[in-house]
């Protein structure tokens, strides 16, 4: 799985859309960009995933750079419950392809 | 919701004792794991499983450890005699083929195991 860089914390006020960037420099073609975070603890929690185009769920927005060199992690209107960290990880879609998780970035959202 | 699911929430044992940390994933899933957290530190991979067999594990995950699944519902590890560094909190999830080719993973709420 190709390497991601995040950075290690991160702050946001309630109500403002957060912003969480990952570099994976060395993204094959066929890898996935997904995006977990664990509430502290609590299971890890998975919140989108995408291949090449932005994708929008109920949670989150993904922005993929055209290169794919790089994402950004968009919560739109960050609450407390968003703080967590955040873990970007690339890697195949496979069936049994474990979760190899960093150490991500520590969102705390203030109020 | 479906959700995957993890008894005890918490188990205190002794060294040298066998625990079994039980989980129930997600009806339709397939493929299923088990990770751990030692406090403080990142999330770690241990086992996967498909098919009524082990698909990877970890150097973690020597023999000591074991996975079953017993029954249609039911998905287990089993420790056989703990150390006091197996202390961890142990997480399931378990995951399908989904609508867009992809295999996220669904985590339970944890097992926090406490070796003595």
């Known amino acids: 799985d190709a390497k991601t860089t995040q950075p290690t914390s991160m702050d946001c006020a309630e109500g403002r859309a957060a912003n969480l960037p990952c570099n994976h420099s060395?993204?094959?073609?066929?890898?996935?960009v997904y995006w977990y975070r664990q509430i502290h603890s609590q299971g890890p929690q998975y919140i989108i995933h995408g291949l090449k185009n932005n994708e929008t769920n109920e949670m989150a927005s993904l922005i993929i750079t055209e290169d794919r060199k790089s994402s950004t992690l968009i919560l739109p209107h960050a609450t407390l419950r968003d703080t967590a960290v955040y873990y970007c990880i690339v890697t195949y879609s496979g069936g049994y392809q474990k979760v190899t998780f960093g150490t991500g970035t520590k969102l705390q959202v203030i109020p | 919701e479906p959700e995957v699911t993890q008894t005890p929430s918490h188990q205190v044992t002794q060294m040298g004792q066998e625990v079994i940390l039980r989980c129930v994933p997600i009806s339709n899933h397939l493929y299923f794991y088990w990770y751990r957290q030692i406090l403080g530190q990142k999330v770690e991979f241990l086992v996967s499983?498909?098919?009524?067999?082990?698909?990877?594990k970890s150097e973690i995950f020597d023999d000591q450890f074991s996975v079953e699944r017993p029954d249609g519902s039911n998905f287990t590890l089993k420790i056989r005699s703990t150390k006091l560094e197996d202390s961890a909190m142990y997480f399931c999830a378990s995951s399908v083929l989904g609508p867009r080719a992809s295999y996220e993973q669904y985590f339970g709420p944890g097992t926090r195991l406490t070796v003595t």
């Open positions: 499983f498909y098919n009524n067999e082990i698909s990877e």
């Open positions: 060395t993204i094959s073609g066929n890898e996935y």
